[in-house]
């Protein structure tokens, strides 16, 4: 017997999020912030989690109901029990991990970065990875079914001068991203990662103003699409990748990045 969504009989496309129970990291800002509301939009419960709690209580929030924040450091693996406890005690059993929290240092030539920085870098944006997905696998094997997207970057897919860490950590998510799409599909999870390129956040926006943020803006205006992206354009993909319209998608690299990589 074929039993259909609801409200896909209804004629609504919600391509499977309406009730959905999502964990999203690194969401007190930037691109978690969007992707936390956009998911929410769409009928989806959505457990925020950020080092910055001020922040991340506000976006939680102003979403209302059917959004928790958990104060939580993602290189921290007790942090993560936590949060899947919170999740599954508001919600029920999570069905989307998100894993966008990251860091980015300045530039710096590999032989000047101290091995106490590349650690945390890697901690941060790489061992994250990792420890996300070992703590909500069996939650979401307990659901049934479900999506995980990590968020590396276009320097998780290209060289980037006077990045190492932060390049390293970023193609170990791409590479990881792969290996858990092998190892997770018998279980009903697909796995696939996003590269954005220049994106206005936080991130890329230096202490000082309208003035430091003009050599970004310049770097942009080279770009095939000549301009930084917008965290919604990032929030798309991640949303899309995250749905039940991406029903035949694993294990890929799917670049925003106005065509950086090109
Ligand atoms: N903005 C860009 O141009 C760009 C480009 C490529 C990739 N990315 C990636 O996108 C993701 C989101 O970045 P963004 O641009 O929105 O930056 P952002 O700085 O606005 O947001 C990152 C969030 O992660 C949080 N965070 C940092 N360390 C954490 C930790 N240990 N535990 C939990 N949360 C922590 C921060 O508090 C912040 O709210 C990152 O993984 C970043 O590497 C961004």
Same mark, same amino acid.
Request: hydrophobic letters at 50%.
């Given at each position: 017997m074929h039993v259909g969504h609801p409200d896909k009989e209804k004629g609504m496309n919600t391509d499977g999020l309406r009730g959905a129970v999502a964990i999203v990291t690194g969401a007190a800002g930037g691109i978690g912030a969007a992707t936390a509301r956009m998911l929410a939009s769409r009928g989806a419960n959505v457990v925020l989690t950020d080092v910055n709690q001020e922040q991340g209580f506000a976006v939680a929030a102003q979403i209302g109901e059917g959004a928790r924040f958990v104060a939580h450091d993602v290189s921290n693996g007790c942090d993560w029990k936590t949060v899947v406890s919170v999740a599954e005690d508001a919600f029920g059993s999570v069905s989307i991990l998100v894993n966008n929290a990251g860091i980015a240092p300045p530039p710096l030539p590999l032989h000047e970065v101290s091995e106490a920085d590349y650690r945390r870098v890697v901690d941060v944006n790489q061992l994250s990875c990792f420890l996300g997905m070992k703590a909500v696998v069996p939650s979401i094997i307990r659901r049934g079914s479900g999506a995980i997207v990590n968020v590396s970057s276009v320097a998780g897919l290209k060289a980037e001068r006077g990045a190492i860490a932060y390049t390293a950590s970023k193609f170990a998510v791409t590479g990881m991203t792969k290996v858990a799409a092998l190892d997770l599909a018998g279980l009903k999870i697909r796995v696939n990662s996003v590269h954005p390129g220049l994106v206005d956040t936080p991130m890329v926006r230096p202490e000082g103003g309208a003035q430091a943020f003009d050599p970004i803006l310049q770097f942009a205006a080279g770009? $095939?699409? $000549?301009r930084p992206g917008e965290p919604d354009e990032i929030a798309n993909l991640i949303v899309f990748l995250a749905s039940d319209s991406a029903s035949f998608l694993t294990g890929g690299s799917y670049a925003a990045d106005g065509g950086w990589t090109l």
């Open positions: 770009l $095939p699409i $000549p």
